[in-house]
Every structure is written in C-alpha cells, then in structure tokens.
C-alpha cells in the first residue's frame, strides 16, 4: 500500500485517521521536537503534514498503480500553533486528468472545543497514468 | 539563540553550515525515515527545510528580539529528490519594514557533481518588531 | 471613494454587484479583447478580477483610512474559461490586524445552469492603519 | 501567431519587446486608466502581464500546435508600482515534458535609472501535446 510505503509520516508521528474517496484526515500529538524556536507548532511540520493530506486526497481518485506528485503547494499561515493535538484534512477540490487541484487545513481546539485553523493549503497533484509511468 | 531553540531540525537532521546576513545555507544527509512511497525525499522535508532556511535568512536580518514568522510559502517541485544528500539555502529577496520577501532552493548533485535543483521556494515573512511582540 | 477611485475595473468592464463586510461580488461580461489566443477568457483577467474582489473584501473590513495592499496572490485555473459572463466572489477568510487572508472564485454558468468554477484565489492583504500610513 | 491572436494584450497596452527561446520581454506605458484607487499600476494589471510574460516564456519553448495553458501562479508584491512606463520579462526557469515552470518579473526604472523590482512571479504552465490536444 502506498500510504503504508511513506516512512516520514511515522517518524513525524502523524497518523491518517479516515480515507475516503477524495478527501483524507489524520492526526498528530505535539510532541517537544515538534516545536520551533517560539514552542508552537513549527511551520515545517505543517507544510509537511498538509502535503500529506492533500497528496493522499489526490491518491485515493487515481487508479490502482497510477502515480501521483506534489507539482506545487502554498500555504497560508493564519494563527499560531498552539494546541497539544493538532488535526488535519485534505480533499480533492478539483479532479482532473492530468492534474488534482487539492486543499488542506490543519486546525487545533482551543480549551473551549473552538477550531482554531492554523493553516490553510491549496496544491496542484500531477497525475501520471500506469501506462507512462 | 533562536536557531538552537528550534527542536525540529536536528529531528529531522537538517543542519545549518552557514549564516550570512539574508543568507542562510544547510545540509541533509537522505535517511530511510525521509523517504515518500516512492523512495524519493519527502515533498515534507522540502517544504520544511526551505521553511527553515528562508525564515532563518529572514531572521538573520532582524534586530536582537524581534520576532519573525511565516506568513505564507509556496514551493515548486521541480525534480525527483533522489541524491544521498541535499543541499538548502534560503535568501532575502526583498528586505522590508513589515515584511522580508524570501526564496530559497533545494538540491542535489548528480554522480557527475552537477547541481540538480529539486524545489524552489517564495514564502513572506512577516516582520514584528520587539515593542509590539 | 476607494473603489471609485479605481479606474482599472470599469476600463475592463468589470462591475461590483454587492458589497458586504468581508464579502465582495461582481460581473464581467465577456467582450473580444478579454479573450486568449484560443478565445477563452484570458488568465491575466481572472488573475485581475480575482485581485480587485480578494483587495474590496479586505477594504471592507478596515476603518476608513486605512490602507489595504496585496502582499501576494495565487491564483489556480481550474477549467478553462469559456462562458458569456462571468462571476466572481472574494471574501475574507481569516482577518487580523495586520493581514487580511483572502480567498476568492471566479466562475460562469454553463447552458444548464450549471456552475463552473474557472479559478480560485488565496491572497495575503496587508492592512496599514491610517496613523502609520 | 499565438501571440498575435491574443487580444487582451494590445487592449491593455502591453508590447512585446523581445522573444527569445525561454525568455520573452515587454514593456507597458502607464496611462490613467491602468490605476488603482491610489493612483499606482494596479495589481490585476501586474498580474496580467506576469501571466502573458510567463505563458509566453513557455510557449516559446514547446512544438507547433502544442497548447499552453496557466495551471497556478503566484505573485508577490515587492514594491509600488511608481513608475511612468514598466518592464516586464518572463522564463522558463525549468522546462519539462509536461509542465514548464516559469518565473517572471516586472520593474520601473526610477529617476536615477535604477531598476525597481514590483513584483515578481512564479507559475506553473501545462504543456498539452498536439496529439492529444
């Protein structure tokens, strides 16, 4: 399985909860090295699980052996991260033939259960067919 | 030091070899727990390490105590990541009062030592200044 | 007023149809001189048009006086552009007090009725508060 | 000509001044209705340019009745546009078979002859063979 084949998502600690067609959501524990230099969330891990999600999204509409790749990822930082279980969702916004035209968020809850977003993504996944791979 | 205080890098083994004012270079050395499912560096890794490299030349142009973060960051992909080693830099594109417009690159060097450039990064890093932090 | 004071969107046609806070729509009917090489709606107006609505739902949450300035746009073309008239959107996704995230679509409807979304955008929108202007 | 079939670019004033294999140039006279509502180049105008600049930087690369089209583009706003004529060029930062990525910028030269970056781009454009066009 291809999800399985990704070494960085264990090491990272993040964990794919639900898998379902076009749209993928996991989470991750904040553990100490996930801190950067101010103790929230850092900003690498972020872009890291937000390409995650959006990539897995983009996997799950293409057929059994098709390749997909990140061509392009922004993402817009807009608050601080600062909870202790972060969450994360990427769906397919726009299927396509060559490309997936996906987004992501990644969100926290406050103490009083509020969803805090802490980053929104948009990405381009390129996908090649079995055939040309 | 803010560099030290980041607990990721050295998670993730990325180290920085050199600091100039709006110039930050660094290294990783490719590790198994790096990989995506096909093999190849972790769009992840990329995304943070050129985080990292563009926030830190973002900070080496700051005064002692102002804080910095990222506001935004895209990346383009533009080749497999497949070397042993990768190689980052980020610079100042653009200093400013509110803002530092960055870009940074990733790569790596073929068998034959030639510079093969995996993703380039623009981010926007927002600029606070100590006496409203 | 300052979108009035705007002489770009009524020279391309361009017309605002609601102004609510945080919320900006309008209109494009489509003429020869937007077209592309192939006859469809050039990207370069979308990219315009996207521009103006993300920038008014930002202005339409600062106080008067304050200025409002893109600090940068992606813009991802999701279907080709091929109606009569064209819609757009741009609303404030996350305000702050010195960003405004904004996101925005433009779309037309296909002989069905039907909506078809050519390009979403994601903009930073700087806010300069008018004591520092 | 693909270029010449362009209609949005003579409407909005912008010449081509140079095309060379990867690389296109072009200027723009400032005239009043290319403002925004502070009397500076509108962005929808920055953009539209960035994208014909890039779009054309990768036209100039692929086959004869091979087609082009804009995937994503981002822009970042580096500086006002103050200037009574701009400059704009767009290349082909790194061609593939089936995206060309392209980075563009446009500048003003100000009354010491010195180059004025107003912002700069970075696109990703779809090269769709003749054969399956």
Not at 41 to 57: P, Q, R, Y
């Amino acid at each position: 399985m291809r999800i399985d084949a990704n070494k960085f998502a264990p090491f990272l600690g993040f964990e794919i909860t639900e898998i379902n067609e076009g749209e993928i959501a996991g989470e991750l524990d904040f553990k100490p090295h996930h801190q950067q230099q101010n103790g929230y969330l850092h900003g690498g891990i972020t872009s890291a699980i937000l390409d995650m999600v959006e990539g897995f999204a983009a996997y799950s509409m293409v057929r059994e052996g098709d390749l997909v790749f990140t061509v392009e990822a922004k993402i817009a930082y807009l608050n601080r991260g600062m909870g202790k279980k972060f969450f994360a969702k990427g769906w397919v916004m726009k299927p396509g033939k060559r490309f997936h035209f996906c987004e992501g968020e990644l969100w926290y809850e406050d103490d009083g259960g509020k969803k805090i977003i802490v980053a929104k993504g948009s990405a381009t996944m390129a996908v090649i067919p079995k055939e040309e791979a």
